[in-house]
């Protein structure tokens, strides 16, 4: 099962922020956080993960709880491109991923 | 350029027939997996492998078969024995199977239906 808990959907308008968030209250010390998006009738792309520091790349920034119980996507300025199911998915020890449902996000122009 | 391969992108086939999806990579990766997703659901691992003639079964192995006998193919037969088998069928990889910090790379997907 999931270990990750996300809303069924967001929205956005164009060039503004958003923020996609994660509930993973049963993480452990050794988990990974990996963000992935699909866009429709495509295979997923990995977006960013982390452990425990936040982090940054060209894609996307990732917000870390200090608990490590939740965890924040954040897109700092949305285009229509991103529009799309995000899946935020904890890994141990290994690289099998579960997925769960996502959140779709819908970007408006 | 470096990447992952399925082929065809659309197939069909009559029920009770087998079919074999392809799966090719040339990123030099040692693990590949093979996921299926139905539709408003995300994917599920049907089986996965971490190195050369060694494989193991993930959660949604049952009706379907799998080898490994190079490292850039991993090939997934759909048997007649998958009671619904009509789905979006992915394959990915990694570059190392543990760890649980390497990103998946996936391939276009093929889309299966069962008539």
């Known amino acids: 099962d999931a270990k990750t808990t996300q809303p069924n959907s967001m929205e956005s308008n164009e060039e503004e922020p958003v923020h996609l968030p994660c509930n993973h209250s049963?993480?452990?010390?050794?988990?990974?956080i990996h963000w992935y998006r699909q866009l429709p009738s495509q295979g997923p792309e990995y977006v960013i993960h982390g452990l425990t520091s936040n982090v940054n790349n060209r894609m996307a920034s990732l917000a870390i709880a200090e608990d490590r119980k939740s965890s924040t996507l954040i897109l700092h300025r949305a285009t229509l491109r991103d529009a799309a199911v995000y899946y935020c998915?904890?890994?141990?020890?290994?690289?099998?991923?579960?997925f769960g449902t996502g959140t779709r996000l819908q970007v408006f122009p | 350029d470096g990447g992952i391969t399925q082929s065809p992108k659309y197939l069909f086939r009559k029920e009770g027939q087998n079919v074999t999806l392809s799966c090719e990579q040339n990123l030099n990766h040692d693990a590949m997996y093979w996921y299926r997703q139905d539709p408003g659901q995300g994917l599920r691992l049907i089986y996965y492998s971490q190195i050369v003639n060694d494989f193991q079964k993930g959660d949604i192995a049952e009706g379907y078969s799998v080898s490994r006998e190079k490292k850039e193919s991993f090939p997934l037969t759909v048997t007649s024995a998958q009671k619904n088998p009509t789905a979006f069928y992915l394959c990915?990889?990694?570059?190392?199977?543990?760890?649980?910090?390497?990103?998946?790379?996936f391939g276009p997907g093929t889309r299966l239906t069962v008539l």
């Open positions: 990915a990889s990694s570059i190392d199977p543990s760890g649980g910090y390497n990103e998946q790379f």
């Open positions: 998915i904890l890994t141990e020890n290994t690289d099998k991923l579960i």
């Open positions: 049963t993480i452990s010390g050794t988990d990974y």
